[in-house]
C-alpha cells in the first residue's frame, strides 16, 4: 500500500507564511501528480495546487501568486509555501497524489489532513 504523511500546520496571523509537506512511503512504481485539496468547514474540497511527473504546475486562482507548490521526485515528497495568508486561507488541507504502485496497477491516496488556521 501507499501512504502519505503531512506534516506543518499551524495557527499563523494574516500575512504570515507556512509550509506543508507531504511524504509517499509504499510499493511505488512511479507517481504521477502530487497535490494539494483543502476543504473549510461547510464547503466542498478544493483543489489548491497540483504538480505533474513532468512539473507542470497548476493553482486555484485564490491562491495564485502567494503559493508555491515543488516536489522532490527522488523522494516522493511534494511540499506548499503559503505566504500572505488569509483568513479565508482556514481550512483543513489534504495531501493528494497517484500513480503506478509495484504489482498492484494505478493508485491514488489522500493524507490524514493537516489543519491551518490564519487569524485576523
Known amino acids: 500500500q501507499v501512504h502519505l504523511v503531512e506534516s506543518g500546520g499551524g495557527l499563523v496571523q494574516a500575512g504570515g507564511s507556512l509550509r506543508l509537506s507531504c511524504a509517499a512511503s509504499?510499493?511505488?512504481?512511479?507517481?504521477?501528480?502530487m497535490g494539494w485539496y483543502r476543504q473549510a468547514p461547510g464547503k466542498q474540497r478544493e483543489l489548491v495546487a497540483a504538480?505533474?511527473?513532468?512539473?507542470?504546475?497548476n493553482y486555484a486562482d485564490s491562491v495564485k501568486g502567494r503559493f508555491t507548490i515543488s516536489r522532490d521526485y527522488a523522494k516522493n515528497t511534494v511540499s506548499l509555501q503559503m505566504n500572505m495568508l488569509k483568513p479565508e486561507d482556514t481550512a483543513v488541507y489534504y495531501c493528494?497524489?497517484?500513480?503506478?504502485?509495484?504489482?498492484?496497477?494505478?493508485?491514488?491516496?489522500w493524507g490524514q489532513g493537516t489543519l491551518v488556521t490564519v487569524s485576523s
Open positions: 509504499g510499493s511505488i512504481f512511479s507517481m504521477n501528480a
Open positions: 504538480i505533474t511527473s513532468a512539473g507542470s504546475t
Open positions: 493528494n497524489a497517484h500513480g503506478l504502485q509495484d504489482g498492484y496497477g494505478q493508485f491514488e491516496v
